[in-house]
């Protein structure tokens, strides 16, 4: 009886972790945007590696995948455990074809020498912040949930937004306001934090927000909340979202092989400026002054532009998913 009892539970136990898994896919939704331009620009093939350094949900990781079989792979990088659970799931039919880690973009290098591949055909980075971010209460990221403060992609950092909020000084806030979020009222908002959090802790997303709107209030012209600003500067800060992608666009076309191609997929002007900046050099020959008589700098062209400007979203997408409508798209090829 005690056998048949015990049996029972594990079989009890599998069901109940299958279903969390399946709930957990059902939960973490995120559309990719522009999949037909990321396609045509990645040219996906069979008998070849690709690196999704965003894998998210594993919408693009799905296209690489089928465009590329029936022998291409893809690893497929995400710092949420979250998404790295939904996305073996959702891409469970190519079995080995996939391999998924939990890492940041910035590990790249050194997890593709662990896997043996060194480098690949093609680079892919959707910098987006997913529709499961947005809508999960638990995660606060939102402040429209009225969530504890969190707003940290990887659960396993000390740092969250609550932490972040209550103790950096002043200054500290102020400054990241102002170049994360270009919010003009970021003197203001951050003495004002100061003020409250002297009281009382700042707890929950709505209680920031509130603080924010009768601080900044609504100008004309604006159609956001007050805000929007204050928490993407808020997130990016929190998950070192410019110095991660500034970082790993140093020296990221080592990662390509020859005519290998990357591309990145930006959302704000922070991140497209870095991204447009790091394309630019390596598309170039020379980096010295344009006034200098002869080349010192010893730089030889690593790349060449794929999109002279970046590609926006088409109206269609941008109606079915409003949330791709600030996305831009660059790309290069490796030389």
Same mark, same amino acid.
């Given at each position: ?9 594990r079989v ?5 972790? %299958?279903?969390?898994i ?10 990719p945007? =522009?999949? @037909?331009?990321?396609? #045509?620009?990645?040219?996906?093939e ?5 690196l ?6 594993? $919408?693009?990781?799905a296209?690489i995948?089928?465009h590329?079989?029936?022998?291409g ?21 190519f079995? #080995?074809r996939?391999?998924?880690?939990r ?15 060194d ?5 892919l980075?959707?910098l987006? %912040? ?9 995660? $606060?990221?939102?402040?429209?949930l ?5 707003m940290? =992609? ?22 990241? &306001?102002? !170049? ?11 003495? *004002? ?7 009382? /802790? ?8 509130? &603080?924010v709107?009768?601080?900044a ?12 600003r204050?928490?993407q ?7 070192r ?5 500034? $970082?790993?666009l140093?020296?990221?076309? #080592?990662?390509? %092989?020859?005519?290998?191609? =990357? ?9 497209d ?6 394309f630019? @050099?390596?598309?170039?020959?020379c980096l010295c /002054?344009?006034? *200098? ?6 730089w030889?062209? @690593?790349? @060449? ?7 926006i ?8 998913? /409003?949330?791709?409508?600030? *996305?831009?798209?660059? $790309?290069? !090829?490796? &030389?």
């Amino acid at each position: 009886m005690a056998v048949r009892d015990t049996n029972r539970a594990r079989v009890l136990t599998a069901a109940s972790c %299958l279903l969390a898994i399946a709930c957990l896919v059902m939960v973490y939704r995120h559309v990719p945007v =522009m999949v @037909k331009e990321v396609m #045509e620009l990645l040219r996906p093939e069979a008998h070849r590696r690709y690196l999704d350094g965003t894998l998210g949900g594993g $919408g693009h990781a799905a296209e690489i995948l089928t465009h590329s079989g029936p022998d291409g792979r893809v690893l497929g990088l995400d710092w949420d455990g979250e998404a790295i659970a939904a996305a073996k799931q959702r891409l469970e039919e190519f079995g #080995e074809r996939l391999v998924a880690r939990r890492a940041n973009f910035t590990e790249a290098r050194e997890i593709l020498k662990e896997i043996g591949w060194d480098q690949v055909h093609g680079v892919l980075l959707d910098l987006g %912040l997913s529709s499961h971010h947005v809508g999960s209460a638990d995660r $606060g990221f939102s402040f429209q949930l009225g969530a504890r403060l969190d707003m940290r =992609m990887d659960r396993r950092q000390a740092l969250d937004a609550f932490r972040l909020v209550n103790t950096a000084p002043v200054r500290e806030l102020e400054r990241i &306001l102002r !170049e994360y979020g270009e919010e003009r009222a970021a003197r203001r908002i951050a003495l *004002a934090v100061d003020q409250t959090r002297r009281r009382k /802790p700042i707890e929950t997303t709505s209680e920031l927000a509130d &603080l924010v709107a009768r601080v900044a209030g609504r100008t004309r012209g604006r159609s956001i909340h007050p805000a929007t600003r204050t928490f993407q500067a808020l997130r990016i800060a929190v998950n070192r979202e410019l110095q991660n992608l500034q $970082g790993f666009l140093e020296d990221a076309y #080592e990662l390509l %092989l020859p005519e290998g191609r =990357m591309v990145i997929i930006s959302f704000h002007s922070l991140e497209d400026r870095l991204v447009k900046t790091a394309f630019r @050099k390596w598309s170039s020959n020379c980096l010295c /002054p344009p006034r *200098a008589p002869f080349c010192r700098c010893g730089w030889s062209q @690593k790349t @060449k532009l794929l999109t002279a400007r970046p590609l926006i979203p088409c109206r269609e997408e941008v109606q079915m998913n /409003p949330r791709a409508r600030p *996305a831009k798209l660059r $790309g290069v !090829e490796r &030389l």
